[in-house]
């Protein structure tokens, strides 16, 4: 009889999801796999330009496709995305479908597996209650290993990391900064370092660069803490992503 009530109620659970994805689809204003490239353009663009809080970039694409703009703002506003940066924060995920497989394979120990979170309090004393757009936080778990990085919109080269066992202590000296920074680039030894130190919300950070390469790491911190988090950059996008990472360090 319990055998028989689960069975009813699994069956049940799968026929209202099919109900909800053959509504969702009905309710497209184009074609399905038509919005993937649209997501990649906005992966690509946001981190380059910053989200002005409207939707003149997904207005240049439309233009660029031929797309009705009207009628697909529409569409996404009643999805919750109300700006180019919530179209990848509260829409793109709703595609999932499209990419995953039909058959679920049970993750093994030597997997990864990735999960979006809402929230995060963990033991090193790091908490967040509500991740502010465009950040997307994700956990990512290997065996009995998990880590956890904010990111913007689900492809992103340029991660938050969150490290919770971190020598916050050494972020004083300039010579662990610049072997942080030659261990994680492996890009050429002899370099004249430029090191800058703020406050942000709270928040000590520290910034390192060279002048010959791109590649830029900024620490965000509090003393006593374990923790540290972690935004590798480069030059081009620098001013954008700390201007990202201020709105993400209020609500931390």
Known sequence: MLENLCMDEKAFKKAYKERELKAFKESLPMKEIDFLPLFD??????????CQHDF????????????????????????????D???????????EYLTKPTHKIKPKSTQ?????????????????KKVPVPWILVAISQGDKT???????????????????FPVDKLSDDIFLHNYWMA???????????????????FETVQIRTKR???????AYRQ????????????????????????LLKEV
């Open 184 to 202: 994680k680039t492996e890009l050429d030894s002899e370099l004249v370092f430029a090191i800058d130190r703020q406050c942000i919300h709270n």
């Open 213 to 219: 390469w791109s590649p830029i790491f900024v620490f």
């Open 41 to 50: 353009f906005l992966n690509s663009e946001l981190p380059k330009n910053g």
């Open 112 to 128: 990864t597996v990735q999960r979006k979170l809402d929230a995060l309090t963990i033991d090193c004393g790091f908490s967040i």
């Open 224 to 247: 006593g803490m374990k923790w540290c988090l972690v935004l590798r950059t480069e030059t081009a996008r620098i001013r954008n992503d700390v201007r990202e990472l201020e709105k």
């Open 147 to 165: 880590n956890y990085q904010f990111q913007i919109g689900k492809k992103s080269d340029f991660p938050v990391i969150l490290e919770s066992d």
């Open 56 to 83: 003149s970039l997904l207005e240049s694409y439309c233009k660029e496709k031929g797309l009705d703009f009207s009628v697909l703002v529409e569409w996404l506003n009643e999805q919750g995305g109300f700006c």
């Open 85 to 95: 940066c919530e179209i990848l924060a509260n829409v793109e995920e709703q595609f």
